[in-house]
């Protein structure tokens, strides 16, 4: 193990010599991060999800899967979220795609067909 002296792991001195305080190195690093954070917008986790979207989990996951539904992201292991603006673009999206009658309403079940609850002739 090498040992390095505090010399080494000192706050770089700026330009003109003058060592930087802390507090600037630290906003300098987390400047960035919190800009993505502004721009990116809100996240939702899933309970939030399930009263925008009135789908199932299973159904969700599987559009995921498909590329049909934003697609979730993780903050932590545990932790999963959708962005907000994504979710809402897609609802706005499946709008204009059902004023436009671009979806084919799914068949009626044909009862004759059943093997229970049979239908009497």
């Known amino acids: 193990m090498v040992r390095r002296s505090s010399r080494e792991n000192a706050v770089p001195p700026s330009k003109n010599g003058v060592p930087r305080p802390v507090e600037q190195i630290h906003d300098a690093l987390t400047r960035p991060l919190t800009q993505k954070v502004v721009q990116s917008g809100r996240t939702i986790r899933r309970p939030e999800l399930r009263k925008i979207v009135p789908l199932g989990d299973t159904t969700i996951y599987e559009m995921e899967q498909r590329g049909e539904f934003p697609r979730r992201f993780y903050l932590t292991a545990r932790c999963v979220v959708w962005d907000l603006a994504e979710v809402e673009a897609w609802i706005e999206e ?21 093997k229970n609850r049979r239908v009497r002739q």
Do not use: I, T, Y
């Not at 079940?109 to 059943?114: G, I």
């Open 94 to 114: 499946r709008r204009r795609a059902s004023d436009a009658a671009q979806f084919k309403r799914a068949p009626a079940p044909d009862v004759r067909l059943r």
